[in-house]
């Protein structure tokens, strides 16, 4: 059979990335086209090197911008970044850019859309502002609603907190060294879990997905290896690099100054908090009856946060925080 030929958004980034990476092992099965909004930044460069047929185009070009892009594709990964815009509006507009190309595009024969759930219905009407969830549940809905013959051939894929944030984001995910002491702070519980995965896992469960076709069309499969509270995750830290460790639980009023002090608006800051709450009071949505359990896919093994902090270098990562931290300080007070 001939190679499949897979278009990946977001080919330079985390997700689509890994996608990328595990594809690329099997050039018998599948050609790969990525895109970029820039060819010329290294990461796009370094994929063309590989082999990937890297296209410039920029999701908000819309649908006839996308459907030259999707081109003789068999299958799709479709992803918006919802944080490059901080906008519900422009990220529904454009998942549904995607759908709509990808319903116009005859050879595809499977769709995967990375999404997140309703956050709405995940917290029964309580928590209304979680903008980054709600866009991406929108579009799966507009798929069922709207492209009823592309939802018979859709997968979505329900990503979780990545362990990785800690290395793209070690200051709001990594503990504070105060004294010798290393503080980690979040408005929930000791004990709220949360679903989180290593991202670089991704093209694993997408594979399978891929090599099982209709097995996982109309549903959504809940991508996570472990459902850990940050404060279990923080002692497995401290244990792992023999350092004193603390959990403080702050208040949701805190927590979101401190990302509004971090330069998010408070939009986004509220955005964020929410999300985080919605574990607090309603547990691990993600392990709810109707979403399949990544771990339950046959042939999947996911990393644990044990083997990731063996791997990645968190103390660097640390250390590198707080001089940062230091610098700014040294910086305001000159
Ligand atoms: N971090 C988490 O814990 C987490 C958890 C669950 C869900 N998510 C969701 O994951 C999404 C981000 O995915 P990621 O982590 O893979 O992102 P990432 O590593 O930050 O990379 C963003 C990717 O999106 C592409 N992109 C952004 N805007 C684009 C546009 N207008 N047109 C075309 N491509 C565009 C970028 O391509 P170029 O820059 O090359 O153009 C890049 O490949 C967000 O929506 C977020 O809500 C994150």
């Known amino acids: 059979m001939a190679p499949q030929l897979v278009v990946v958004i977001g080919a330079t980034g985390a997700q689509g990335g890994s996608i990328v990476a595990e594809l690329l092992k099997s050039p018998e099965k599948y050609k790969i086209r990525g895109l970029t909004r820039d060819l010329s930044k290294p990461a796009a460069k370094a994929l063309a090197a590989q082999g990937v047929d890297m296209q410039q185009a920029s999701l908000s070009g819309g649908r006839d911008t996308l459907i030259k892009v999707f081109a003789g594709a068999n299958i799709?990964?479709?992803?918006?970044?919802?944080?490059?815009?901080?906008?519900?509006?422009?990220?529904?507009?454009?998942?549904?850019?995607?759908?709509?190309?990808?319903?116009?595009?005859?050879?595809?024969?499977?769709?995967?859309?990375?999404?997140?759930?309703?956050?709405?219905?995940?917290?029964?009407?309580?928590?209304?502002?979680?903008?980054h969830w709600k866009s991406k549940s929108d579009v799966m809905e507009y798929i069922k609603s709207r492209q009823p013959s592309l939802w018979k051939k859709t997968t979505t894929i329900l990503f979780p907190n990545y362990f990785e944030n800690c290395l793209t984001i070690p200051e709001k995910y990594l503990p504070n060294n105060?004294?010798?002491?290393?503080?980690?702070?979040?408005?929930?519980?000791?004990?709220?879990?949360?679903?989180?995965?290593?991202?670089?896992?991704?093209?694993?469960?997408?594979?399978?997905?891929?090599?099982?076709?209709?097995?996982?069309?109309?549903?959504?499969?809940?991508?996570?290896?472990?459902?850990?509270?940050?404060?279990?995750?923080?002692?497995?830290?401290?244990?792992?690099?023999?350092?004193?460790?603390?959990?403080?639980?702050?208040?949701?009023?805190?927590?979101?100054q401190e990302l509004i002090e971090s330069g998010m608006t408070s939009e986004l800051a509220l955005d964020f908090t929410e999300q985080l709450l919605i574990f607090e009071d309603f547990g691990n949505v993600y392990a709810q009856h109707g979403f399949i359990q990544a771990n339950d896919i046959p042939g999947v093994s996911l990393k644990t946060w044990r083997e990731f902090i063996q791997e990645a270098d968190l103390m660097a990562a640390m250390q590198k925080v707080s001089t940062e931290r230091s610098g700014a300080i040294l910086h305001s007070s000159a």
């Open 178 to 256: 105060i004294s010798g002491v290393y503080i980690l702070r979040f408005p929930h519980s000791p004990d709220t879990p949360m679903p989180n995965v290593s991202i670089s896992d991704t093209g694993k469960v997408i594979r399978t997905v891929v090599e099982n076709g209709k097995k996982y069309f109309e549903s959504s499969i809940a991508f996570y290896s472990q459902s850990l509270s940050e404060s279990e995750k923080l002692t497995a830290l401290g244990n792992a690099l023999n350092i004193p460790t603390q959990y403080q639980q702050i208040t949701s009023e805190e927590f979101q």
């Open 76 to 131: 799709i990964f479709g992803m918006t970044d919802f944080w490059s815009s901080g906008s519900g509006a422009v990220e529904v507009a454009q998942g549904i850019a995607i759908a709509d190309a990808s319903a116009a595009t005859p050879t595809l024969s499977h769709f995967i859309w990375s999404a997140l759930p309703d956050p709405v219905k995940m917290s029964q009407g309580k928590y209304l502002n979680v903008h």
